[in-house]
């Protein structure tokens, strides 16, 4: 069985300041990793994705991740972050098999304070 | 390009009534079709999802049902809401088969507050 876990349900950082949301994961086969962000009332969309290759993901509006399998984490970062990447994120994990079933963190609300 | 529209945004219905969810997916075929529930704090459970029309996999037993009649539609229904089916539901779609590249592409959700 796959599960995630996302530390802290709440993370708060200054306009400018590094962002880090940090996702550990299990998985008994090789897995594939996710990272979404969901606005107020909407939908979830994909920041990046790791499914094979490279261990650093980049993805969009200027966040990465870091897969690292001896730690079983996939940490997300944002050097600097913006009043605009105040949202909800979310860690997941699926495998390869038929139906792809994703597995979801619950989630780590971030704020940005100007 | 694809698209994924769900309705209603917003329900608000009493105990007992009966409750229909539509997603209806366009610019692809044969997706993998799925039913989430998101409760604060919680993340995401996956309650139904389908590889195909009329292939139904349940994830938590409850009190919802889910059909697929055509290839690019999938229903979340309920014949008696309870109080705990409140929640914010969202439906996605995959790419099927060899397409699948494990992204999951959400609707915008339908806020179910039942009274």
């Known amino acids: 069985a796959q599960s995630v876990t996302q530390l802290g349900s709440h993370v708060s950082v200054s306009e400018g300041a590094l962002v880090l949301l940090r996702c550990n994961y299990s998985s008994s086969v090789p897995p594939y990793l996710f990272w979404y962000v969901q606005y107020p009332n909407q939908g979830l969309q994909l920041l990046l994705k790791?499914?094979?290759?490279?261990?650093l993901v980049k993805g969009i509006n200027g966040f990465e991740a870091e897969f690292k399998k001896s730690e079983t984490s996939f940490h997300l970062t944002k050097p600097s972050a913006h009043m605009s990447d105040a949202a909800e994120y979310f860690c997941?994990?699926?495998?390869?098999?038929?139906?792809?079933?994703?597995?979801f963190g619950a989630g780590t609300r971030l704020f940005v304070k100007a | 390009s694809q698209t994924i529209h769900q309705w209603p945004a917003t329900l608000v219905q009493p105990v007992g009534s009966p409750l229909s969810l539509e997603c209806t997916v366009e610019?692809?075929?044969?997706?993998?079709l799925y039913w989430y529930r998101q409760a604060a704090g919680r993340g995401l459970q996956l309650l139904f999802y389908?590889?195909?029309?009329?292939?139904i996999s349940s994830e938590v037993p409850q009190n919802l049902s889910a059909s697929r009649p055509q290839d690019r539609q999938f229903i979340l229904s309920s014949k008696k809401l309870l109080l705990s089916d409140s929640g914010f539901y969202l439906c996605?779609?995959?790419?099927?088969?060899?397409?699948?590249?494990?992204?999951?592409?959400f609707g915008e959700g339908s806020r179910l507050t039942v009274l």
């Open positions: 610019g692809t075929s044969n997706p993998n």
């Open positions: 389908s590889v195909g029309i009329g292939q």
């Open positions: 997941a994990v699926s495998d390869q098999t038929g139906g792809f079933k994703t597995i």
């Open positions: 790791y499914t094979t290759g490279a261990t």
């Open positions: 996605a779609w995959s790419g099927g088969l060899r397409a699948n590249t494990g992204e999951l592409f």
